[in-house]
């Protein structure tokens, strides 16, 4: 009898009563879980049939369990699917039965018998190593102790939701843990970072599918972010784009404009410099997201979001380089999009001491 964890993919899958017609609906729900043509299923269930089962570990530090709670309503695959027959989770704080030593074992086992080949996702961020060890323990370690004794031998990281990948609400000003992003940590693993407050589920689930289907991390941008999910802004996406574009907003959350459905921009929206799968992907199985309930995005996806100004303010922009140097980049209803993006990249953390708030009407002066 061959061991579960010696099955692989297919085989397991199999085992569950999936029949070859229903793995190849699977294949094909995976091409589009990834933003890849149809036309990839075949490759897709060639490479699923042959791969193996990974190990995860997953690691929570400072956390609200949000990223946990969003990964609960995945539903392609389902948490039970991903759990019982893509991976196998082999550690994870809120889900797993052990608790006390029995839990901290079965993270050692995983370690020395995936040895190399374990995937380690993180959520939530780590006071850094000349931090009080005492700001976030686990089992009377510190947080940053278990990440690195954790990823030594790991194959790959994912650093889950906006606190692990860029250090997100614990590391707001003041910062009175010192916390720290995992890629401020670790320098010597791919790291993929798959940010959101918390992270749409599809896109956790289908950063792991890639993995399994091609054994390697998805193309990431410049924040180390997947492409697929990350690579337009919500403001390029978003059905409320035309209003935009005519010049259509609310002015408060109760006027004409709201009820109409008009852009969200003027009320505070961060969709021109926020990049992110919401607007197509949505929430709770596709079926709505926060524009589409009326308020605006927070950009929450975005480094220093909880530093970037008030959530009800206009985007805002460095003093350094003004309105009309973003402008200058590109046509109109791309300009905003697109300059904040190239900007935000290239200025990074310096920026964001010198911001002001641009209104709509002075983009629309120099337009």
């Not at 389902?78 to 196998?88: A, P």
């Not at 289907?213 to 924040?223: I, Q």
């Not at 949505?282 to 524009?291: A, E, M, R």
Request: hydrophobic share 40%.
């Amino acid at each position: 009898m061959r061991k579960r964890s010696d099955k692989t993919l297919g085989e397991s899958l199999r085992d569950h009563g999936l029949s070859r017609r229903g793995f190849l609906k699977l294949c094909a729900a995976t091409a589009s879980l990834m933003a890849l043509p149809p036309s990839m299923a075949p490759a897709i269930a060639a490479a699923l049939e042959q791969a193996r089962r990974p190990s995860v570990i997953w690691l929570s530090f400072q956390e609200c369990t949000g990223c946990t709670e969003s990964l609960t309503r995945a539903h392609a695959p389902t948490l039970e699917d991903l759990i019982l027959d893509f991976i196998s989770l082999d550690y994870h704080h809120t889900l797993q039965a052990a608790s006390g030593e029995a839990a901290e074992a079965a993270r050692l086992q995983a370690m020395d018998e995936n040895r190399g080949q374990y995937l380690v996702i993180v959520d939530g961020s780590i006071p850094g190593p000349d931090a009080n060890p005492g700001f976030s323990t686990v089992a009377g370690h510190s947080n940053y102790s278990i990440l690195m004794e954790t990823v030594e031998h790991a194959a790959a990281v994912i650093a889950v939701g906006t606190c692990a990948a860029f250090g997100g609400l614990p590391q707001a000003r003041p910062n009175p843990t010192g916390a720290m992003s995992v890629m401020d940590l670790v320098r010597d693993k791919p790291v993929i970072n798959v940010p959101g407050c918390p992270p749409i589920p599809m896109v956790i689930t289908g950063v792991i599918a890639h993995y399994l289907v091609f054994g390697r991390l998805p193309e990431l941008d410049g924040y180390g972010r997947p492409l697929a999910f990350y690579g337009q802004s919500i403001h390029d996406r978003c059905y409320r784009r035309p209003f935009y574009d005519k010049g259509l907003f609310a002015e408060s959350f109760d006027d004409e404009g709201a009820k109409q459905g008009w852009c969200l921009y003027r009320l505070g929206c961060k969709g021109p410099t926020t990049y992110n799968a919401c607007a197509t992907m949505k929430w709770n199985d596709g079926t709505s997201w926060p524009v589409e309930a009326g308020h605006p995005c927070l950009g929450c996806s975005e480094p220093q979001f909880w530093d970037a100004g008030g959530f009800y303010e206009p985007v805002s922009v460095p003093l350094t380089l003004g309105p009309a140097t973003l402008l200058g980049a590109g046509a109109a209803g791309a300009v905003v999009g697109g300059g904040l993006a190239a900007l935000s990249r290239k200025k990074g953390r310096d920026a964001a001491a010198t911001r002001q708030p641009v209104t709509v009407d002075e983009l629309e002066q120099k337009l």
